[in-house]
């Protein structure tokens, strides 16, 4: 069909669907298909917290090693940026946290927001490569996937400060004197102006972009659903967690991939080889947070526990220390979207 000819796929269309676009919805037919238990199970058990936070977001981070720390060429080419980074990253990080602990955790949470949002503007504009737009059509495309991300996380900001957090309990700021009324209605009108846009531009190039479409309209759902309607952590965490982690390491294969100028397929020695490191860095790394700081999985870490908490000063070195890897990630992540070299 030419409507859907042609289409920016990156490398294999199949696989891409599996692991790009159908993160972000994946989520949200598991809660259409069991309401029950996620209505009464809103708290992130020992299972969920192995699956959702150790096995897809802090394995995620260390994602970020394949491409730019284990590749000698490209690790050469960046090297003084590979190895500044994450010193100025700990010193400021343990200047904040010396300051105050919360400052540290709000800093991190908003520079995490941040880095979340900029991963779906990254691939809607990976997937928007090839497709010949005016600059109003590309201003459009960018408004409304910063709409999709931005208008959950201000709603937040004005009525689930409470009932939500990033990573510790008041890291956003509350903003609960704010209207959300215009916040609503500019909302629902981006959506509606995209809308109108991608019909008109499908009619006049008789084409449809897919993918990209796909992680706009999937955008849209996940945020909306994960913290809009989230009725529980669990909620947010699944929906947040998949809808980021699993496409990043899809994308981080896939440059590997067009770096060794390979197909794009997984064999079960590379994939098992690729995820078993991921998890051990992350397990080691969630180990040592339970086991100096947070004291709260020991079912998951049943070793030291008997260890105490640092005294305060060490912890304000500890914590910047262990958030080393997320902090070094987020910051390396807007090399990420940069394909057109030595992927190609």
Do not use: C
């Not at 000698?72 to 080419?77: A, G, T």
């Not at 208008?151 to 939500?164: N, Q, R, S």
């Not at 796909?214 to 809808?243: H, Q, R």
């Amino acid at each position: 069909m030419k409507l859907l000819a042609n289409q920016p796929w990156l490398r294999n269309p199949s696989l891409e669907t599996f692991l790009i676009l159908l993160p972000p919805v994946a989520p949200i037919f598991l809660l259409l298909a069991f309401p029950d238990y996620f209505h009464t199970h809103g708290f992130v058990s020992n299972g969920w917290w192995v699956v959702l936070v150790m096995g897809i977001d802090v394995s995620h981070v260390y994602s970020t090693t394949f491409r730019f720390y284990w590749e000698p060429q490209l690790f050469d080419r960046y090297k003084r940026h590979l190895i500044i980074i994450p010193i100025a990253a700990f010193l400021m990080g343990w200047l904040l946290h010396s300051i105050d602990a919360l400052v540290f955790w709000r800093v991190m949470a908003y520079v995490a927001v941040f880095h979340f949002i900029r991963q779906q503007y990254g691939f809607m504009r990976l997937y928007s490569r090839k497709v010949k737009a005016t600059a109003a059509e590309r201003t459009i495309d960018s408004v409304a996937i910063y709409t999709a991300t931005i208008y959950p996380i201000v709603y937040w900001h004005i009525h689930k400060t409470g009932d939500l957090n990033w990573f510790v309990e008041g890291d956003f700021i509350n903003l609960a004197f704010l209207n959300s009324a215009v916040f609503d209605y500019a909302y629902f009108a981006v959506i509606v102006v995209y809308l109108v846009k991608e019909i008109r531009a499908t009619w006049i190039n008789k084409s449809f972009n897919i993918p990209k479409n796909a992680i706009v309209v999937g955008t849209f759902l996940s945020w909306y659903v994960g913290i809009v309607l989230a009725e529980n952590d669990l909620t947010f965490t699944m929906l947040n967690v998949v809808a980021h982690g699993v496409p990043y390491m899809a994308l981080i294969w896939i440059y590997g991939a067009k770096s060794r100028k390979t197909n794009w397929n997984f064999p079960l020695k590379e994939i098992a080889f690729f995820l078993i490191v991921l998890l051990a860095f992350a397990y080691l790394e969630e180990g040592i947070w339970d086991i100096l700081i947070w004291k709260d999985h020991p079912e998951v870490f049943p070793f030291l526990h008997d260890i105490p908490r640092p005294d305060l000063w060490l912890v304000s070195i500890v914590v910047p220390l262990l958030s080393l890897p997320q902090i070094t990630h987020y910051v390396l992540d807007g090399f990420i979207w940069k394909l057109s070299g030595p992927a190609r």
